[in-house]
């Protein structure tokens, strides 16, 4: 509830219970009687709305208490999920590390098995030659008899030299052919080796790189799952702050309508001081005319009806510098009256004090203070039987207190420059019938001649 709505609550309500000291005057005894007997049923009611208040604040405080709590617990759930993700995100930068190394360690590895193949396809040439050889090896000694043919060289030899010899020639090709063989079965098992051990070389290489790829899927998934659930948590918090700022709003309506309820109890009380001081000088008139009229005694006193229902000029200077509703500013419900700083502004009619805000200084603009009026004060009246409410704004000082009786032409401030203002001025409004929002503002000129 905005400052200025709960003023006009306290303006409208304050109607219902001010006193004009013209208007008390011309009550009768049994009709002050009734109205002091209404002035209490009002306070009762109010009393009884000032507890329902306390509970509602109470409820109020309660409910603050909670989202204060809920919040403290979806923030450390927030560290908690932030303190994951910080982790998360670590063991991904670790894994991708790794499978860096890895990949480099696969190109390393498609190199070597590069070099492998070129080897093994050496090896393969070799064992090919090798083959070939062995197999014209094969086929020259069954050509030639096989053994049989070496034993016809040895007897063939004409002496023991000669026979040594041909032993001699017979061994070394036998011998040659032994070691081709041995060369030949040799490079076939280094052959088996290296494709082995390029082959499992590289499948545990690949099965790391997987399961690192794997690994990094996982944890990719995990941090996706914290982002959302950190998503969750914020918005969730964005969430209980708007509420604890709804509930602090709620909870200072309930104040300013404490406060509201404080004024009227004030109001209604001097109301009732009115309309008891009243009624006694009613009764001492009575009194009087009674001991007149029956010759023991005379008569000092006079009813005077005080206030002729007119209302006067708000400031003693100053010029209008900007009326009522122009079609520039449809929203200025008031006039504006240019007058130097300290100007007297005086109540233009007898009247109770209903709302007074102060302490509102220069240069806090716009609706900083006083919903942008200021330092302001409100006074209802009650002319004719008809009520009015006049509000007189941005002032410099303010002399009046709420609840306060005023006399027409009584100095209630001076002219200033405080609140959504720019310039010294007084903004001046009047609403017949009593406050009741920026709607129930008329012109001023149609009630002052200015």
Partial sequence: MGKRMLFGMIAAIVV???????YISAQSVSELNQKIQDLERKKANLNSEKQKIDREKQHVSQ???????????????LEKIENQLAATRAEIQTVEANIATTEKEIAELDTEIKQLNKEIKELEDRIETRNELLKERLRSIQERGGKAKFLAVLLGAQNFTDFISRTTAVNTIMNQDREIL????????????????VKAKKEEVENKKAQLESEKASLDQLRAQLDEQKAEKDRLLKELEKEYVVLEEHELSLEEQQKLIAAQEAVIEKAKQLAEQEKQRLE???????????????????????GNGKFIRPTTAGYVSSPFRPPHRPNHKGIDIAAPKGTPVVAVASGVVGTVVTGCGEGQK???????????????HNIGGQTYATIYAHLSSVNVSPGQVVRQGQQIGGVGNTGHSFGNHLHFEIHPGGFKGQSSADNP??????
């Fill in 16 to 22: 219902l219970f001010s006193y004009n000291a013209d």
């Fill in 63 to 77: 409910k603050k208490e909670a989202n204060l709590k809920e919040q403290s617990t979806v923030q450390q759930q």
């Fill in 182 to 197: 041995e060369e030949h079965i040799s490079d076939q098992i280094a052959l088996e080796s290296k494709k082995e051990e």
């Fill in 284 to 306: 001492r008139e009575a009194a009087e005319r009674a001991r007149v009229e029956s010759g023991t005694g005379s008569s000092n006193h006079t009813i005077v009806n005080v």
């Fill in 366 to 380: 716009y609706h900083s203070c006083g919903g942008g009026f200021g330092n302001y004060v409100m006074i209802i």
């Fill in 445 to 450: 000129a149609n009630y002052i001649r200015f």
